[in-house]
């Protein structure tokens, strides 16, 4: 029998709701696939700040570092948004992705056939789509060390960061992209801003130099500009996109809101070793949080991506991943993704469908 | 008599065209209004690199300089896509922008109700949107001045930006968006990403300090993930957007296509004092040039605007805008915003329409 440790991170919000739905997901998938996992739930967020005043205590990074995997809920809200910068959650989350130096980070963006009409797209036009959007996730101006605050000659206080992208930076995150269009359908979109910034230069010279490796893989650029009008004109025209932080930050959104549907959009980050980390793309809505509300499908789908390639458990990610189909198809929506006709459901009676569809 | 100069930067691929189209229409609005131009013609962009080896020539700088106002065509083209960063057309742009200093850069995205199909949104998503995007423009990571390449201590190349801004260039764009937004619906929403940068955390203190001048307008502020989210999901909760250089280079593009028609989308850059520099969003469109089907009507409306912000004739613009909209009345269409049952027209005889109607 399989065993593998799995940190749990339920973070704030309706976090929690999410994360304990996927666990019991995860549970029944292992008893019938002969996988047992441990589960360990850490503090994270708003959740540790509260509890011991951090964002992310030393125990929980540990923990994730030793586990097999790690699956997060979501983090932030109202209550620490003015925080200072090194008690917000979010600076939690950036220290946890630069602690398990997940690099790359994976966000599918695809149109259901069930859900197209939740698309603020025209059918015509989000009708297929299927974008994998692969952000560099642990560099950039989100890491860049020359950053803060300053006062100038003129006497103005400023502010200040830094983008910046080495070589072998650009390289790992590059040579996952291309495997992943590889293995989808044989197309990358690399975006940058080169008729602009130095670090957008340097990007695209290193991803054109590793292009020569795969010569089965088209390779485009796009500036990001462009590319955000694109996503909107006719998202269809992309397979895999690969791009900075910042702009990965922007891209992934606008492509998941493409969809209509972020409430069933997961995402992986992984690292060249070491256990990935898992969570669904959407925010810890506190404004529904505790209110058996939430759509816990992104956090059990980041589970399916948790099986695949956290674990390289195929067989059991695809059974997770049929049996939200067949939830789907069964008619169950949460209120998110709710059209008339359909049946709607809460955050628990979801997860107990899925159960029943596993 | 009052007599104004204009500076005419026609540039690259359709620029000429549609530029000699905005020509015409000024040329007969400014008869009918008691106005006289001149208008100098120089060259920018790739057509001054053919020309003189550089995009943008002292003498376009100085005559632009000495204009009352300045109206731009498009720059750039595959011929010159991979030039040196100082021999391409679009650094000549920046170094116009920086030349004149025109720090604010203001793009309507307005779907109207004559092109609201052209949208690959929803008709209920897109009806009525009306966005103004207030972009800062001649600073942040676009021209901090560290920047380069360098190689780290493990021997890897690296490239660098610097996004940096100081109190008083944020004050100064955010008082024009205060004031845009004041003559509009009075919502202001500011565009950053103050959870992980301290340069959008000082935009963010000077932006909330310059609201308690005004009272009248409603501040919210949003991260700019989520604001490429909300543009796709609900357009019309916008009325103003402020943000920087490179949020705004993203998001004005992406509105504009939320509105289906970048083909009808002028732009207006300001500064301080001296002349502003007008011109449409959309590009140089090498694919179509001389071929009289690029739609001239964003350079006729960013002649309008040139009227209104540039010169203070508020009338002459208002004809001029007229003058358009009385065009799509009647029908006519060029390719880019075609829908069966229009009329057809190339560039030519859209701008003969718009002298009609004028
Ligand atoms: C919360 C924030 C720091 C984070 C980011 O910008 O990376 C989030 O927007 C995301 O995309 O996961
Ligand atoms: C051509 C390019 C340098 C420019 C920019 O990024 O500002 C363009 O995209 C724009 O928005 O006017």
Redesign the pocket.
């Known amino acids: 029998k399989k065993r593998y440790s799995i940190t749990l991170l339920p973070g704030d919000g309706i976090g929690p709701e999410v994360v304990s739905v996927a666990r019991n997901v995860l549970k029944l998938t292992g008893s019938l696939e002969g996988i047992e996992f441990s589960f360990q739930e850490m503090p994270m967020g708003g959740a540790a700040l509260d509890l011991v005043g951090v964002p992310l205590p030393d125990e929980t990074l540990s923990a994730a570092r030793q586990a097999d995997a790690v699956l997060l809920g979501a983090i932030g809200g109202y209550k620490w948004d003015n925080n200072e910068k090194h008690l917000k959650p979010e600076t939690g989350l950036l220290q946890i992705r630069a602690g398990l130096n997940v690099f790359a980070n994976l966000r599918p963006a695809v149109v259901l056939p069930q859900l197209v009409d939740a698309s603020t797209l025209k059918r015509e036009v989000a009708e297929g789509v299927d974008i994998m959007v692969v952000r560099e996730l642990t560099g950039g101006i989100y890491f860049g060390k020359q950053r803060g605050f300053g006062t100038n000659e003129d006497g103005h206080e400023f502010g200040y960061n830094t983008e910046v992208y080495a070589a072998n930076e650009v390289d790992r995150i590059a040579r996952v992209a291309f495997e992943t269009a590889r293995k989808r359908r044989g197309k990358l979109c690399s975006v940058d801003?080169a008729?602009?910034l130095e670090a957008s230069m340097l990007w695209r010279k290193r991803v054109i130099a590793m292009a020569a490796e795969y010569p089965d893989v088209e390779l485009s650029h796009m500036?990001v500009?462009n590319a955000a009008m694109q996503l909107v004109r006719n998202p269809k025209q992309f397979d895999t996109i690969v791009t900075n932080n910042m702009f990965g930050d922007i891209l992934s959104d606008e492509a998941s809101m493409i969809t209509g549907s972020i409430g069933m959009l997961p995402s992986a980050s992984l690292g060249a070793s070491g256990p990935g980390l898992f969570e669904p793309i959407h925010g810890s809505a506190p404004d529904i949080a505790g209110q058996d509300k939430a759509n816990p499908l992104a956090t059990v789908l980041s589970a399916a991506l948790l099986l695949k390639y956290g674990l390289g458990e195929e067989n059991a990610a695809k059974r997770v991943e049929n049996a939200v189909l067949n939830t789907l198809n069964k008619g169950f929506r949460t209120g998110d993704i709710y059209s008339a006709g359909a049946k709607l459901v809460g955050c628990k009676e979801m997860g107990e469908e899925v159960l029943k569809s596993l």
């Open positions: 801003k008729n602009v500036y500009d």
